[in-house]
């Protein structure tokens, strides 16, 4: 750049050329579950851990198995790509490739690069119960107090299988683990060679299997899995000696801060486009029959691995430890081939068989959402596209629970909650009076008259509802701050859940921050060796050797080791053991849950130093906030950094330990990206710690003077993927511009005039696959990508979004970014970057779901890549990250009073240890339809629909999907009102439990990502959009629907106590203008940003004690913190405000909004309750509800 660009000279030849990307071998596509297992024909063949790094002693690591992608068809999700047939692996297909499953062929020996990766909504038709799950968190502190109690499991003396501690020693040395796959008759080698060479093509065959019933749903509709094969090869980081030079890397000397280094500068957007679309049109294939006796057999061999049974296809091995778990559980089945009944944990062989199982009789399963049932003869004609919605497959549960009770010190007996009943059939005796109609809550029930009854907001936030459990079960619940599901009380039949008009699904945030955690270390992992369900309270003992799973009820044995209670110290009764206690429990896993050494913690900063960059000002605040949380960054004495910057050239910088300073290598040949020392460019933080403070000091005024104004960020993400690919980790990319040089440049698509257009909203599918499969690439190779987009102009995040979105990575926006025009988003981008640094991480995760027999999952959503039908792979995880799911109930409930869903994460932690968090939900099972709708879950309910319309935006188009919504109002409205009596034409009858639900909708229709009418920039709608599929329920219900108070009024009369403070609590308001009153003060959380409204009469004692101004005049236009000022106002003021950023792990903007502040246009429209020029005012959007129920 500048001056030392001119000076390089870069002969032909030198480097790896990555011509395009394409989805790595390795990843799979879903087949049913008969398909026969086939050759993987490119696989990886790289050792995923060439020696960057040592391994922890403690975590000794066998191999993984190799993994066989089959399909045939499928469209593309999430993009505008036209789909591409099925090819066999001789035919390259481009394309992105949509959510798999996969078939199983034999693990390698040796650990092999991860191959699957995802895509963020996925349609899957998952058998109940078919998740094996294993998770492991990042590095958590085990602490022996209440925050996170350590419960320490010494084995005891045990006979049998039971007593065995499985390990490394007790394996075949050089052998395979055979893993039994019930569905999977074969399992082929797949050779491993310890030297890594360059990935080639993959082939992914996609059959669906034809469904019983097929039916058009509003939000959501048939997919067959877009399938393709890329043949482009990927070259996995680093430079073969043996190959020609074909350019010259300069070394430039490093310069300090007072010397400007000019360098060219890119600027790039970061935008997540929407999820994949569902296709309307599912296809089918032949799929072949495999051997049945396989199902059946009990023993494995190192090597291979066990296939979920509920899946249509094993899950593919990766480095994630989900796999890993399958694969310990298998090969202790193996071990244990004898007892049928034995539940002990087996010994890790691949990372689905360590999670995996499933349910002895196989399981169709098709790639696509199962078709939701027909919509009833009674439908209008006139209704529009969405109308089919109530067929969605919708999912009885509410995910609300009663707060899960928890130790609060693991050496208190009485901090854990005893099971109400001894040891035999304890949850029998708790299943009576279950049936609503007599008992549940009239409340709930109680039907409301939306055009009447104005006033339906509550006085506080809305609760989640309560499961009608007995209070022992009511107890023992996972919190719905974790677990939640849309429909509390689950119908027995389809057919009802389809009556009803609501959809089923879950609603999951499991790596959130927990204040209490029981944290177990023992060396017997209690699992149902049929399905993989872990021990959890709902489970029943048959007596005090037997218990019985929750899931698939199979009757296991009870290890000898789980009959001993350290807690209590008391021998023969495991109803009493922390796992049988609690809802939420996290495992440390032993050596014999991992495949590999865990990987480092590993963070790559991939920046923009464009001029575009270098005039907003972020380089300064992301530098002085790297170097106030170097120390905090998650990690332990292996933990490595690297940086690149980039413009339209690629910067290096040599930070290894010895140098007197920073190293600066340009890489001015961006056609062909290489990396000039591969060895030096990431370095262990500790060693390097002064090098890394001198380049963070000197980064700011390096690219002062630089006219530099392209941006390479193609050419840039190429380099960090080669890079990282060794190891893993997580990639940070700040952008801001729109990508202009080599691979993956972009062009403006959106046109300003069409941003009020009521009609066609065009572009918010990616332009290019090309960061899509970029994100593939390093989903294989455990890396995230996270993406921080300041950008003052139009920078296409709907194909920026993919390179998270697709690789388990998160997306920040800060439109309009400038350190000093903008202050309130160089404040937000500070906070942020503070949480994000310093969060706590997992790395090369894999979650699994399972549910009871009788119900499956369809459909995910979220940023992840499905592995198989039950298995996501991420490549990290984090606390603020959240997941939706769809379900379906495939069988009759009618022989069953409950059913459970058990969500299982297997990650490593920042510290290098493998852990399992486990998360159980139980709920009851109705056979009313007015039960159905007492147990609705409003909120979870529109959370659902929020993701499914986000798909249905891009799949088809913006106004399908607000007719879908509307449909959606209508229609379960229209069914509850059809089994009231005595209703006139002119009353809309809701229940309590749906009275929000029209307004909540509305709320919905008027946000970024789906309004119309009103001017938006697409990438403030994409964003919205990407929000809308990763944000946990409590955060995205503060976008979809803020909440408003009065502060100028705050009292003691009306407060809770929180630790040592009195913290006030007024009451919610209406989101209408008719609540604001120019003689008050008014304070919105929208979640990330804080509006305080002031009215021009507002009091000017209010104005002083609060504001620190005299009057009203006198407040600025641009404040954002509110002074301490020692009177009873502010006191109240700022711990109400503390209160509520207390409850969330960013720290909003706080906005003092006036009349004359240009962004009270944000604040009003806020107002949702209130007509605006392009949509109505909420009693006029009830009366349009009440208008289509009766026509």
Not at 270 to 287: D, E, G, N, T, Y
Not at 479 to 505: E, H, M, V, W, Y
Not at 883 to 898: G, H, K, N
């Amino acid at each position: 750049s500048g001056p030392m660009q001119s000076q390089m000279q870069f002969p032909s030849g030198y480097g790896s050329h990555l011509p395009n990307y394409s989805a790595p071998s390795g990843h799979y596509s879903q087949v049913p579950n008969k398909a026969a297992a086939s050759h993987l024909d490119n696989q990886y063949r790289a050792s995923y851990y060439p020696g960057y790094y040592s391994a922890p002693a403690q975590n000794v690591m066998t191999s993984v198995g190799g993994n066989v992608l089959s399909a045939q068809e499928s469209q593309q999700l999430y993009n505008n790509t036209p789909p591409h047939s099925g090819a066999t692996s001789d035919r390259p297909v481009q394309g992105a490739v949509s959510s798999a499953s996969y078939l199983h062929v034999s693990a390698q020996p040796s650990y092999s690069a991860f191959d699957n990766h995802y895509s963020t909504s996925v349609s899957s038709s998952v058998a109940s119960q078919g998740f094996p799950l294993n998770s492991d968190h990042y590095a958590m502190p085990v602490v022996s107090g209440a925050m996170y109690p350590n419960v320490s499991y010494p084995p005891v003396a045990a006979g049998g299988v039971y007593g065995q501690t499985f390990t490394s020693q007790s394996l075949p040395a050089g052998g395979q683990f055979k893993e039994t796959n019930a569905f999977s008759s074969q399992s082929t080698s797949v050779p491993h060679s310890l030297q890594q060479h360059v990935p080639v093509g993959y082939n992914t065959t996609l059959s669906t299997a034809s469904s019983a019933q097929s039916v058009q749903d509003n939000l959501s509709r048939n997919l067959t899995g877009s399938v393709a094969k890329v043949n482009n090869q990927i070259n996995t980081g680093g430079i073969d000696s043996s190959q020609p030079v074909h350019s010259v890397s300069q070394n430039v000397p490093f310069t300090k801060p007072g010397v400007g280094t000019s360098a060219s500068s890119a600027v790039m957007s970061s935008v997540r486009s929407p999820a994949p679309s569902l296709s309307s049109k599912p296809q089918s294939s032949p799929s072949a029959t495999q051997s049945p006796e396989l199902a059946l057999q009990e023993g494995m061999q190192y090597g291979g691995y066990v296939n979920n049974q509920a899946s249509s296809a094993p899950a593919p091995l990766s480095s994630s430890s989900d796999d890993e778990e399958e694969d310990e559980e298998d090969e202790e089945a193996a071990l244990d081939s004898s007892s049928t009944t034995s539940s002990a944990s087996p010994v890790p062989n691949n990372y689905d068989a360590l999670e995996g199982g499933g349910y002895p009789e196989t399981r169709s399963v098709t790639s696509s959402p199962v078709p939701s049932p027909s919509v009833l003869q009674t439908s209008k004609a006139s209704k529009p596209f969405g109308y089919g919605y109530p067929a969605l497959q919708p999912g009885y549960q509410n995910a609300t629970a009663p707060t899960p009770v928890q130790p609060s010190n693991p050496g208190h007996h009485p901090g854990f909650q005893h099971y109400p009943q001894a040891c035999v059939n304890q949850l029998s005796s708790s299943l009576g009076g279950l049936s609503l109609q007599h008992s549940q809550q009239p409340e709930s029930l109680r039907p409301v008259n939306l055009t009447h009854d104005r006033n339906i907001l509550p006085v506080s936030s809305v609760p989640a509802p309560v499961p009608n459990l007995n209070s022992d079960l009511r107890k023992l619940n996972c919190s719905p701050d974790s677990f939640r599901c849309t429909l509390t009380n689950i119908p027995q039949t389809q057919a009802l859940l389809n009556k009803a008009k609501l959809p089923l699904g879950l609603l999951l945030h499991p790596f959130r921050d927990l204040t209490q955690l029981p944290v177990i270390t023992s060396s017997t992992i209690v699992r149902c060796r049929s399905c993989r369900t872990y021990i959890n309270p709902f489970v029943s003992f048959i007596d005090q050797r037997r218990w019985k799973c929750n899931l698939c009820y199979r009757v296991n044995d009870v290890p000898e080791e789980f009959m001993y209670n350290p807690l209590t110290r008391s021998y023969g009764e495991p109803h009493k053991r922390p796992e049988v206690q609690n809802s939420t429990v996290e495992f440390i896993a032993s050596s014999d849950y991992m495949l590999r050494p865990p990987q480092p913690a590993v963070y790559l900063f991939v920046l923009d130093v464009s001029h575009n960059a270098v005039e907003a000002g972020y380089l300064t605040i992301l530098c002085q906030s790297l170097l106030e949380n170097l120390d905090k960054l998650p990690g332990d004495s292996r933990t490595r950094i690297g940086f690149i910057t980039f413009d339209s050239t690629v910067q290096f910088y040599n930070l290894q330990e010895g140098l007197s300073q920073p190293q600066m290598l340009i890489v001015s040949d961006i056609d062909d990206i290489f990396l000039p020392t591969p060895d030096s460019l990431l370095v262990n933080l500790h060693e390097s710690k002064e090098l890394i403070k001198d380049l963070l000091n000197a980064l700011p005024n390096m690219f002062t003077n630089t006219r530099e104004t392209h941006s390479a960020l193609g050419p840039a993400l190429q380099a960090a993927f080669k890079l990282m690919s060794p190891t893993g980790g997580r990639i940070s990319v700040f952008q801001t511009q729109l990508p202009s040089l080599g691979a993956g440049l972009l062009h403006s698509r959106e046109d300003p005039n069409q941003r009020s257009s009521t009609k066609v909203v065009q572009h918010l599918g990616p332009a290019t696959d090309f960061y899509k499969k970029l994100a593939l690439d390093c989903s294989g190779q455990q890396t995230a990508v996270d993406l921080f987009l300041l950008s003052s102009q139009y920078s296409d995040l709907a194909s920026l979004a993919c390179m998270s979105k697709y690789s388990a990575g998160c997306i920040y926006y800060y439109p309009s970014f400038h350190h000093s025009h903008n202050p309130t988003q160089a404040e937000k981008l500070q906070k942020d970057l503070k949480r994000y640094l310093t969060r706590k991480i997992g790395f090369e995760a894999v979650m699994r779901i399972r549910c009871t027999k009788g119900l499956s999952i369809h459909t995910f959503h979220g940023n992840f890549f499905v592995r198989s039908t039950d298995l996501l792979s991420l490549a990290n995880v984090n606390p603020d990250a959240g997941f939706a799911v769809q379900m379906s109930i495939e069988e009759s409930l009618t022989d069953t009073s409950l059913v459970c869903f058990q969500t299982a994460l297997l990650y490593t932690s920042s510290k290098g240890e493998r852990r399992i968090r486990v998360h159980t939900l139980c709920l009851p099972v109705v056979s009313s339809l007015s039960d159905v709708y007492a147990g609705a879950d409003v909120q979870a309910v529109v959370c659902l629909l929020a993701n499914m319309a986000v798909d249905r935006s891009v799949s088809s188009s913006l106004a399908d999907a607000r007719d879908a919504l509307v449909n959606a109002v209508v229609d379960s409205l229209a069914a509850y009102m059809s089994t009231a009596s005595n209703l006139q034409q002119s009353m809309l009858i809701a229940p309590n439990s749906l009275k929000l639900f029209p307004l909540y909708i509305l709320a919905l229709l008027k946000q970024k990502a789906f309004r119309t009418g009103t001017s938006t920039r697409l990438d403030d709608r994409v964003y919205a959009m990407c929000q809308m599929k990763s944000q946990p329920l409590v955060h995205l219900m503060k976008m979809i629907h803020p909440n408003l108070y009065r502060i100028d009024k705050l009292t003691d009369e009306s407060t809770i106590h929180v630790n040592d403070r009195v913290v006030p609590q007024p009451p919610l308001q209406k989101l209408s203008a008719e609540k604001l009153t120019r003689e008050g003060a008014f304070l919105m959380d929208c979640g990330s940003i804080f509006y305080l409204w002031i009215g021009k009469n507002c009091d000017n004692n209010f104005i002083k004690d609060v504001l620190g101004y005299p009057n009203y005049a006198s407040v600025p236009q641009r404040m954002t913190q509110l002074p301490e000022v020692d009177a009873p106002s502010s006191e109240r003021t700022r711990s109400f405000i503390s209160w509520l950023k207390d409850s969330r792990p960013l720290s909003p903007v706080l906005q003092v909004i006036k009349d004359e502040n240009p962004a009270k246009t944000d604040f009003f429209q806020h107002l949702i309750e209130d007509r605006t020029e392009a949509a109505f005012s909420y009693y006029e959007f009830l009366l349009n509800i009440q208008q289509q129920i009766c026509k």
